[in-house]
């Protein structure tokens, strides 16, 4: 039996009193509890040793697993003072797929794609802009008297637009090419640090 029984060190960072029972979670979000009282009315050893301790102490926890539905509980059999610094979860595969992956499981983009996608947008953002103001000097030429040739405006405007895309790829081009750069002069700058 005594080897069902398991001791580790936590640190408390939440306590829930759901009236008849304490449940508390450590620093890894596991959560472990106790009944204040056994069935003959008396205070739980658990709970009595709890009073001793609150949020962000360290303590040595011993504890049953106890199986529930589809999980296990971790049953508190008494609190102590700790015994050594609070214990870390290992990091899983699981934790670090999650880590390096976006819910379809697929890879999270890096730096260089957040760069160039925040230098698309500007650059479509400028597009606009200036598609906007040579319509509204074309129509302005036109509401003048100035020019008849709706033909032409319109001729006039989508060369603008072409031109203005070409503008765009032509930016982002240099941008990858400035982002490439910028990783060569960092990697060189690593390899100096480390004395290659």
Do not use: C
């Not at 009282?37 to 205070?43: A, I, L, Q, V």
């Not at 390096?100 to 730096?111: F, L, V």
Request: proline share 4%; glycine share 8%; hydrophobic share 30%.
């Amino acid at each position: 039996m005594a080897d069902e029984f398991q001791s580790i060190n936590i640190a408390i960072s939440g306590v829930e009193d759901t009236g008849n029972q304490v449940k508390i979670r450590d620093q890894n979000k596991r959560t472990y509890s106790f009944f204040k009282n056994k069935k003959d009315g008396e205070p739980t050893v658990a709970f009595q040793d709890f009073q001793h301790f609150k949020i962000g102490d360290t303590a040595l926890v011993t504890y049953k697993e106890v199986p529930y539905r589809d999980g296990t509980i971790r049953n508190v059999i008494n609190f102590r003072e700790p015994t050594g610094p609070p214990e870390q979860a290992p990091i899983t595969a699981v934790a670090q797929y999650r880590a390096r992956t976006n819910r379809r499981g697929e890879e999270k983009p890096g730096r260089e794609y957040w760069e160039r996608r925040e230098a698309k947008r500007q650059s479509s953002i400028l597009m606009q802009v200036a598609f906007k103001s040579a319509v509204a000097l074309e129509a302005a030429r036109i509401r003048s008297g100035r020019d008849e040739d709706r033909q032409r405006v319109f001729d006039d405007t989508t060369e603008f637009y072409d031109w203005m895309e070409g503008q765009i790829g032509q930016a982002e081009e240099n941008l990858g090419e400035q982002g490439q750069a910028r990783e060569r002069q960092e990697q060189l700058s690593a390899e100096e640090e480390l004395g290659f």
